[in-house]
């Protein structure tokens, strides 16, 4: 154990490095700072400084992830432009599910493939978020991601004559989704404060997005449903100038000189420095459960969210326009959730985990509502009041869950190991969004739409399930998943 008098030494050392005044170069055969023996307090310290260092030849800007400073916001504004495609594409299948089915005379079972097209490239972000970040550092990441995108939504804009190469064009849409999802959510995570309140904006957009496609796709008709995609892929190319502009100072080498220095700080050296995926879940258990939540979680509100719409018109033989409505309901209490409970989360729970416990089992109690009524056979207006108040619901409660998982994550992961653990986690959680709605199909096929409420139930309940998890399986952070109640104090003086 190092004495304070070392510790006090060694931060001089790396303040001495930092500081703009007295700048030093790290070369890369002079390994530095995986020797030095910083305690966490000192780290800290050094992350209050907006400063530029010599490393490797080039000068790189390091500064704190403060939402006050004018760079970051300038980050925020963008990343929140930029996460409006989620919402976007997330909503437009189910939309325009019955459009393509007539379109293309296909069967809804082969436009399902669409989801399992997307499955791939959220499983290919998984293993590529990484090698992109040390490749070409944030700002290449999240600029490729955009790209993804933008390049396959011309192709849709341009309504391709066959199916299979709409189908094909999801790849690509769902690699950059799953780059972008875990990205933005390993940045808002990361940040010094309002951490709940900014992930509750970013995925509120999403909601919001979310929440104007299906008004937007319905409002376009049967002919020009592709002007759709001219909307996202304006949208994801516009994203990819910005990021790469805003995210300037995040370059390569900043990304590795970041990781040496956290490796520094939690004393862990080259043993766990090219730790692999399925290393890393064995010793962090956290990361396949979080990877497990969000899988169910994803597959309930997304798959929900594709089918719900087909599910009114077909089988509850509803009118296009007010169904339409319903589904932005469900989008309208997601939006709703994900922004004002975003702002009470500190306020009305001990932590997170304690937040998410009571968010999920509250979306399990809308969802039985959904059973209920689904069970109802009614054409009244009433009746699809009710229903669209009890989707209202289901959204309202699931929506911050999401990026409350993503805190929970930065709470307990090593942070040498955060990059990689939550954008593992998340782009393998974000399967969900399209494996889930892909099932959900197949089995429509054979149980018939009426069976649609049952499985968004099955994938709620799954997710109950890992989350109740978590302080069962990963150990030594019992004061976290199961803290002592706040005490109140009492002034005695009135």
Known sequence: MSSPITNAS???????????????????????????????????ESHELDREIHYQGSVIRLYPLDPRNFLIQT??????????????????????????????????????NIFLTQTFGYFSACFLTEPLHIKYGQRGCLSIACLCIAIPSA??????????IYVLCYYPIGLGIGLLDSSVNYIFSSFLCYKN????????????????????INSLGEENWNNFFLVQGSVAILGAVLCYYVFRHETKLKYEYKVKLSQSSQKSASPETNISMFQMMKSYPLVPLYAIALFFYMGSEVGTASWIYTYLLEYKEGKSKYMSWIVSAYWAGLTFGRFYFGMMIDRWFTNEYQAVKFFIKSTMLFTVSVVLLGAIYSHSAVYFVMLGISLFGCGMFIGPIFPLLSIIGIDILDEHVQVKGLSSAISLGSIG?????????VLMNHLGLAS?????????????????LYPILIKGHDHYFNPRPRSISVNSNF
Do not use: W
């Open 75 to 112: 980050q925020i504004a963008v990343l929140l432009f930029v996460f409006t495609t989620l919402g976007l594409n997330d909503q437009a299948t189910g939309m325009l599910i019955p459009i393509l089915s007539e379109t293309y005379g296909i069967s809804q079972v082969i436009i399902a």
């Open 197 to 216: 309140e900014l992930l509750g904006c970013v995925h509120g957009m999403y909601g919001i997005c979310a929440f104007i496609a299906p008004i937007l």
């Open 452 to 468: 649609l409420p049952f499985l968004i139930m099955a994938s709620t309940v799954l997710c109950v399930l890992a989350i109740e």
């Open 10 to 44: 060694n931060y001089e050392l790396v303040d001495a490095t930092l500081s703009p005044s007295k700048r030093e170069d790290h070369d890369h055969d002079n390994d530095i700072l995986p020797a030095l023996d910083l305690d966490d307090t000192l780290v800290e």
């Open 433 to 441: 969004a399209a494996f889930i709605p892909f099932l959900d199909g």
């Open 155 to 164: 192709i849709l804009f341009s309504k391709p004559p066959l199916f299979f």
